[in-house]
């Protein structure tokens, strides 16, 4: 009990202390938060990214065979589709068609696609919300496309996706199977890859295998890889995140080393006071260790909840221009609201640990003077 | 009883300017009075308070409080020692500049963990025995001298101590208030304490108050007792 | 006083994470669509950066794409130092 009351004392010096020198500790926490709010913005983004991706793409094909010519994607000829389907632990394959279309005018690129569950009219396409804001079609609206065989055809806007679809269909364009072949010049019979299901999900490393050795220029691609592939995303190795890290983790570390070499003349008379009416150096130490942990985790509530609402309530507006970078076409996610524990613990540690480990050092020099000298000042 | 028994104190040893503050000192404080350590600047009474008052240990020899050895002790116990049986009285004041009055009264407590009620009443008492209760909540930037003694020697009853330690406690003050400082060191005598100052202003050491004085010299004791 | 601000902050994050936690159930209306739509497509990857192409499927672009993108063969920045390349499996089937 005796040592809960003393810890408050020690907390209440230690709040007057930090505030009879506002502006440096003001300025501090000041640093201190912006670097949290960094920090955790982009554990709040890429962790809800991460998340989504993981939830959601469970359900992506099992197998995925693409076929390659000199290291390049070709066409799936009709063969190689019947083929596949005959092996045994083969459930159900189909055939993709989907590609590129890079509109000049704007500078977009759209992923066209035909799709067997939506049946598309003739020269009517249905689109994603992102092609919509960037060409501003609305439904029953007309758009040009250029032909692989040099026409021109006009598709009309039959649906506008959800806005929530963003994330995964912000560039589509559904069009039918003739208006694609018309579209890209592909022939009947051939397409961009196949999708398989398997009957035992135990065995699509075995299934995969036996398409490789029946057709070895294919390349079969797994649910698994996919998976594993956003689980990727956003790595601390990319070259862009390094060095968000490598500067903040810089300026957190020049920060707290000019905190910890430099006591001022004041708090270094205050400490001699306490030593000399009786405190142990392992009081004072604990004086400042609260000093140190009231700046830190005042910088870590408020930067993370600041994080928090940037990220998930403001749309993450600080870093657009960042993620935009060449596209012109943007997605605008929805992001679920992601906090990650692990993640938040290692944030805490990270910052208030150092740092008040580095108010620490300065003080420990001078928290084991002999009071005596304090006599003498 | 304070005991000092052959002690010695060396600063700065083994450097170039080693400096001998005190040689071979034997001195015996009688309790329950006000002894009065006199003489000029250098003489080595400033280091002789610093070393009963367990604020540094001697390069050699030994002290007792009590009784009780101290200079063997580790810091821990010491800073013990000097906050339970000690109450100090610095030369400059030494208070924490931007708090107000009673803060700086409590702080000497603060390590014991008790309830604040209780602690806060015990200061605020002591500052109404000084006079000082309409100013405990100023910050002591605003004080008068004559206050800001009155309020270093309110810190320095906090913990009810035994003994009070002043180092030139009238160095900042007139002869009237000087006079008034003595007059609080007789009733604190008289409330059964030790009260050991060093000074080497004349109105201290000639004050009624005083019971001892002790004359240091080139970190040595002189036999004669008088005051200059 | 100052306890008192930093518990009701404490609290505050503590009640931003509940509503994460529960917001990110598999059960969420938005999830749920999401899911419906990738089978739906049988979509492969994220729409994340459609400014290449391999950043726009990661999963499905093959090998040298990525070099293919831009006359001076210039990265993408940033999504290109963002989003790496497909994540290979053991079988060693390319």
């Known amino acids: 009990m005796a040592w809960i009351e003393k810890q408050r004392y020690l907390l209440d010096l230690a709040l007057s202390s930090l505030l009879r020198r506002r502006g440096k500790n003001l300025a501090l926490v000041l640093v201190f938060t912006t670097i949290v709010f960094v920090l955790a913005s982009i554990f709040f983004f890429t962790g809800s990214i991460k998340r989504e991706a993981s939830l959601v793409l469970k359900g992506s094909p099992e197998v995925v065979v693409q076929k390659l010519v000199a290291g390049r994607h070709d066409l799936v000829p009709e063969s190689y589709l019947t083929r596949i389907s005959g092996l045994p632990g083969v459930k159900n394959a189909r055939g993709r068609l989907w590609g590129y279309y890079f509109e000049p005018t704007v500078g977009a690129n759209l992923t066209v696609m035909v799709s067997d569950a939506d049946v598309v009219r003739q020269e009517t396409m249905v689109i994603g919300k992102g092609v919509a804001r960037t060409f501003q079609l609305q439904k029953g609206q007309v758009m040009r496309f250029q032909c692989a065989d040099g026409t021109e055809r006009d598709f009309r806007v039959a649906e506008v996706l959800s806005p929530e679809s963003e994330l995964l269909a912000s560039d589509l364009v559904l069009v039918s199977t003739q208006d694609f072949q018309r579209l890209f010049g592909v022939k009947k019979g051939f397409y961009t890859d196949l999708v398989l299901e398997v009957r035992n999900s135990k065995e699509t490393a075995t299934v995969a295998e036996k398409i490789k050795r029946l057709l070895p220029d294919t390349r079969p691609i797994l649910r698994s890889e996919i998976l594993r592939t956003y689980e990727a995303i956003f790595d601390w190795r990319g070259g862009l995140l390094l060095f968000t890290l490598g500067g903040a983790a810089l300026a957190f570390i020049i920060f707290a080393w000019d905190k910890a070499t430099s006591l001022s003349f004041e708090e270094r008379r205050e400490i001699g006071i306490l030593k000399a009416v009786g405190w142990e150096t392992s009081e004072v130490i604990a004086l400042k260790t609260w000093e140190g942990i009231v700046v830190s985790l005042t910088s870590f509530l408020i930067g993370t909840i600041a994080a928090y609402v940037h990220v998930f309530v403001a749309s993450y507006v600080l870093f657009e221009p960042v993620l935009k970078g060449w596209s012109v076409l943007y997605p605008q996610f929805h992001l679920i609201p992601f906090v990650g524990p692990y993640e938040l613990v290692a944030l805490l540690f990270l910052t208030v640990v150092p740092y008040t480990a580095a108010t620490i050092v300065p003080c420990w020099r001078a928290a084991i003077i002999d009071p005596d000298e304090v006599m003498r000042l | ?228 | 006083m100052f306890l008192r601000c930093l518990a009701v902050a404490a609290a505050l994050l503590f009640l931003l994470s509940l509503h994460a936690w529960f917001t990110a159930s598999e059960s969420s209306p938005v999830i749920k669509e999401w899911q419906a739509m990738v089978q739906r497509y049988d979509l492969a990857d994220l729409c994340l950066f459609t400014d290449a192409l391999y950043t726009r499927n990661p999963v499905l672009t093959d090998l040298t794409t990525a070099f293919q993108d831009h006359p001076a063969a210039l990265e993408h920045f940033p999504s290109g130092t963002l989003v790496a390349p497909r994540q290979r499996g053991s079988h060693g089937l390319d």
């Open chain 2, 1 to 228: 009883m304070i005991v000092l028994k052959h002690v010695t104190k060396t600063f700065n040893q083994g450097n170039s300017n080693e400096f001998t503050a005190l040689k071979d000192l034997n001195v015996i404080l009688a309790p329950n009075k006000v002894t009065v350590l006199t003489g000029p600047s250098g003489s080595g009474k400033t280091t002789a308070l610093s070393i009963i008052g367990a604020m540094t240990k001697p390069t050699s020899g030994r002290v007792e409080i009590f009784g009780r050895e101290i200079t063997s002790l580790p810091e821990r116990f010491l800073a013990q020692v000097r906050r339970t049986q000690f109450g100090f009285i610095f030369q400059h004041f030494n208070l924490i500049k931007g708090i107000t009055a009673l803060e700086n009264v409590m702080i000497p407590a603060y390590p014991n963990g008790e309830p604040l009620g209780s602690l806060r009443e015990r200061a605020l008492s002591l500052l109404e025995l000084f006079d000082l209760l309409p100013k405990a909540g100023s910050k002591i930037d605003w004080l008068s001298g004559g206050e800001v003694q009155r309020v270093t020697i309110a810190r320095a009853l906090i913990n009810n101590p035994k003994i009070i330690i002043a180092d030139e406690p009238t160095a900042h003050l007139d002869s009237k208030l000087s006079r008034e400082f003595m007059d609080i060191m007789a009733k604190l005598k008289s409330e059964g304490r030790t009260i050991i100052i060093a000074s080497h202003d004349p109105a201290v050491c000639e004050s009624e108050a005083v019971d001892e004085a002790i004359r240091f010299r080139d970190g040595q004791i002189l036999p004669s007792h008088a005051c200059v």
